[in-house]
């Protein structure tokens, strides 16, 4: 027989759609290594349909180009695991989905190396009509789940990243 555990409340999920909501915003994300992660903690929030437009996993190049419009000559000269990459799926996701505020995640979690990218090396960027930034984190593996870990760091920062463009916002205001 299977025992289910209740996992502890996602805070930081929480703290962004209830910031979304008492600014009025919209957030869209952009997810390659994190495959979802982003949208899946959001939308496990009650109430956040009313600011979430849409979350896009963009795993493979192709459909990076297709789906968000990141030029190929970006992903040729810096690779997908690039913070030019990760400022183009933010902005491409934001231009798609119509929102105010996009973030994007684009990394290696392991188990290897790939692209000449060490396990570990993570771009978030956010997009916004008022704040832009991409942020590089080296998240170095440790024990247990590694790909789980860099998920869960790349994800939280992304969300963090959402408050950030949030707060500039309230501060033109």
Not at 101 to 128: C, F, H, L, Q, R
Request: glycine content about 10%.
């Amino acid at each position: 027989m299977e025992v289910l555990q209740i996992q502890r409340p996602d805070h930081l999920a929480e703290q962004t759609v209830q910031e979304l909501k008492q600014a009025g915003l919209q957030l869209a994300a952009a997810e390659s290594c994190t495959g979802g992660l982003i949208a899946a903690r959001i939308t496990s929030v009650s109430g956040a349909s009313g600011v979430f437009h849409c979350g896009m996993v963009t795993y493979s190049n192709d459909m990076k180009e297709k789906m968000l419009g990141v030029a190929h000559e970006t992903l040729e000269r810096f690779s997908a695991v690039s913070g030019e990459t990760a400022a183009e799926m933010a902005a491409g996701v934001r231009r798609f989905s119509g929102a105010d505020i996009a973030v994007a995640v684009t990394g290696n979690a392991g188990p290897e190396p790939s692209e000449g990218k060490p396990v570990g090396e993570v771009y978030v960027a956010v997009d916004s009509a008022w704040y832009r930034e991409t942020v590089r984190l080296d998240c170095p593996p440790l024990s247990g789940d590694v790909r789980q870990q860099i998920r869960m760091l790349a994800a939280d920062k992304a969300l963090l990243m959402a408050g950030q463009a949030i707060r500039k916002q309230e501060e033109r205001q």
